[in-house]
């Protein structure tokens, strides 16, 4: 089934020590994004890619990179996690059907960041 | 800004019955609307997207409705589950291929 693929599902790190979470996807979606979500808070988008186009967020903190090498493989960088850090990380397709804003998102099972 | 609200206190259904939640928006005129359910600790999942010329929308069990005037969109579980229980989140089309979410409505279904 085509879907989308985030590892691991529980990444452990220490204050300051760099981390790399990844996703793929077997959708063949040309959009890709990055959110973060607290426990019983929205997704916040952190950035997205049309294609290679980076798109970032203005108040994503530049401690957060992401590199996306192909239209299947996303990747999110943290290079000094904070405890403020700690949160669920979700990758998220979509398709761009009509133009934007017409399709739904297909997310990930989302990667557990916990920073000791 | 843009704003979405949904009902940040949990939502207690006896089983069989309908769940109605609530999604309201201000400071924006979204084209359409969606809606997705989250289980603990799993992703987002869509369920229903409805367009700003359509007044309601069904798939099976689920029916959403969108008011452009009052800013609002009801999203309507019949015949409720238990394993209807998860988080409901709203979501408004933005620019460039983003979506506003809402926090969630938490929905529990008791037997």
């Known amino acids: 089934d085509a879907m989308v693929i985030q590892n691991p599902r529980y990444q452990v790190t220490q204050f300051g020590k760099p981390v790399t979470l990844s996703c793929s996807q077997t959708l063949n979606h040309n959009v890709m994004y990055w959110y973060q979500q607290k426990s019983s808070q929205a997704p916040k988008l952190l950035f997205h890619?049309?294609?290679?186009?980076?798109?970032n967020e203005a108040d994503t903190p530049d401690n957060f990179q992401s590199r996306r090498p192909n239209t299947s493989f996303c990747f999110l960088d943290i290079r000094s996690p904070g405890l403020g850090d700690a949160a669920m990380y979700l990758c998220?397709?979509?398709?761009?059907?009509?133009?934007?804003?017409?399709?739904?998102?297909?997310f990930g099972p989302g990667t557990r960041l916990t920073v000791l | 800004s843009q704003k979405i609200e949904q009902n940040s206190e949990a939502l207690n259904i006896q089983e069989g019955k309908t769940a109605t939640l609530t999604c309201n928006y201000t400071n924006y005129s979204p084209a359409y609307l969606q809606w997705y359910r989250q289980d603990p600790g799993r992703g987002p999942v869509f369920l229903l997207l409805?367009?700003?010329n359509e007044k309601e929308k069904r798939k099976e069990r689920l029916k959403v409705t969108f008011d452009t005037t009052l800013k609002q969109s009801l999203f309507h579980i019949t015949a409720s589950q238990p394993a209807d229980s998860a988080t409901y989140l709203c979501a408004l089309d933005a620019s460039n291929y983003q979506l506003i979410w809402g926090a969630g409505t938490k929905l529990i279904i008791k037997p």
């Open positions: 890619y049309y294609d290679k186009d980076f798109n």
């Open positions: 998220a397709t979509s398709r761009d059907l009509d133009g934007p804003n017409t399709d739904t998102q297909y």
């Open positions: 409805i367009r700003e």
